[in-house]
Every structure is written in structure tokens, then in C-alpha cells.
């Protein structure tokens, strides 16, 4: 069974989308959430979903091992990003080559960035009179939206859509695409 560690500063809907895909599975489970933000929203769907989730502030994330021991601990085989905003530091890309990934709520190299993030992306899309955005699932190295793209989807943007309505549709994309895009990872 492999073991999949989510990381998320939010909402965490797609958090609980992948917990939920994978309790039905047998190749891996979501054996831990991990978060910078002791207020997130996240942390009460884990409560609810009976998944541990583990704190970490700033000093611990950059200037410590502490959250690569946590992961090597939780005998971690895949990283997933799911709404994490901090740039993930260098001793943790070189301790999980290849196993972390994020994914972006457009279609990379448009859009990424730092401060790039959330309802931030969907206004810029909407300001630019986009015709489509979408979702981008990449790897993650130690620039903000640079890794290798893994898999892409599109959905169509009409004048009459708003940064919310965006959002909408790029989550169902999200929802949709992102626990079977791990699946084949993990496979
Ligand atoms: C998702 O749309 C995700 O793509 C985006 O944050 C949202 C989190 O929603 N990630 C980024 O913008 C990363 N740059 P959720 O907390 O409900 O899953």
C-alpha cells in the first residue's frame, strides 16, 4: 500500500477529494495531512475525516529537519501540494526526489508564479479576457510553478464568467482529474 502525505494551507476540499477517492482503493492511502496554518479549514475536514494532520510553522518548514523526518517517519512514497502556498525548501526536494507534486489552478507557464495563487489566478484570468484556463499537475522543484508538468486540462472561459465562477470550473476540473492522476503516479 503506498503512502500518500498531503500538504495544504486552506480550504482543503481537494485534501478531502483525495482522502475520499482513496479510501475506496487498495494501492495507497492519505496516511497524514500537513499544514502551515493552525486556523485552516483543512484541519476540521481531518477531524471529521479521521485523518492526522500535523502543524508546522516557518522556522521548522526552512531551517530545520523537522518536517523531512516527519515524512521519512511516515514512511512517505508521494507528496501531494493540494493548496499549499510556501516554496518547498531545498533539503525536502533533495530528501523526496521526484515524489513531491503540486497542482496550479491554470494552465502553467500562464499564471504561475509567486503570489500567483487561488482566486488571485482566476481575477488575472478574468482581467486578460481569457477564452480558457484550466489546472496544471506538475513536480515540484525549488521554483514557484517550474517543475515538470505531469498533466494538463482545459476548460472554456465566456465573457459573462466572473473570478468566482472561474473557480468553479477549474475545482471541478480539479476534483475530477487530480486522485486519479496520483493513482497513475502511484501505479
Ligand atoms: C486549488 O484551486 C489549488 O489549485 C490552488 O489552491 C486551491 C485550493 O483549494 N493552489 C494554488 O493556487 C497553488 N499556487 P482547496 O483548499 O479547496 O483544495
Known amino acids: 500500500m503506498k503512502r500518500i502525505v498531503i500538504f495544504a494551507s486552506g480550504s482543503g476540499s481537494n485534501a478531502e477529494n483525495i482522502i475520499s477517492f482513496f479510501r475506496e ?60 502556498l510556501w516554496k518547498i525548501p531545498s533539503n525536502l526536494i ?45 513536480y515540484v522543484n525549488e521554483n514557484y510553478d517550474e517543475g515538470a508538468i505531469i498533466f494538463q486540462a482545459k476548460t472554456s472561459v465566456v465573457p459573462s464568467d466572473e473570478a468566482t465562477s472561474i473557480a468553479e470550473k477549474v475545482h471541478q476540473l480539479e476534483y475530477e482529474h487530480f486522485p486519479k492522476v496520483i493513482e497513475k503516479l502511484l501505479s
Open 25 to 84: 482503493k487498495p494501492q495507497a492511502e492519505v496516511v497524514a495531512v500537513l499544514t502551515n496554518k493552525n486556523s485552516a479549514k483543512v484541519l476540521e475536514r481531518c477531524d471529521r475525516l479521521d485523518i492526522p494532520a500535523f502543524y508546522f510553522n516557518k522556522p521548522a518548514f526552512k531551517d530545520s529537519n523537522a518536517v523531512v523526518q516527519m515524512l521519512q517517519g511516515l514512511q512517505t512514497d508521494l507528496i501531494v501540494l493540494a493548496g499549499f
Open 94 to 138: 533533495e530528501a523526496f526526489p521526484d515524489k513531491i507534486i503540486n497542482i496550479h489552478p491554470a494552465l502553467l507557464p500562464k499564471y504561475g508564479g509567486k503570489g500567483m495563487y487561488g482566486d488571485r489566478v482566476h481575477q488575472a484570468v478574468k482581467e486578460n479576457n481569457e477564452t480558457e484556463t484550466g489546472i496544471t499537475i506538475h
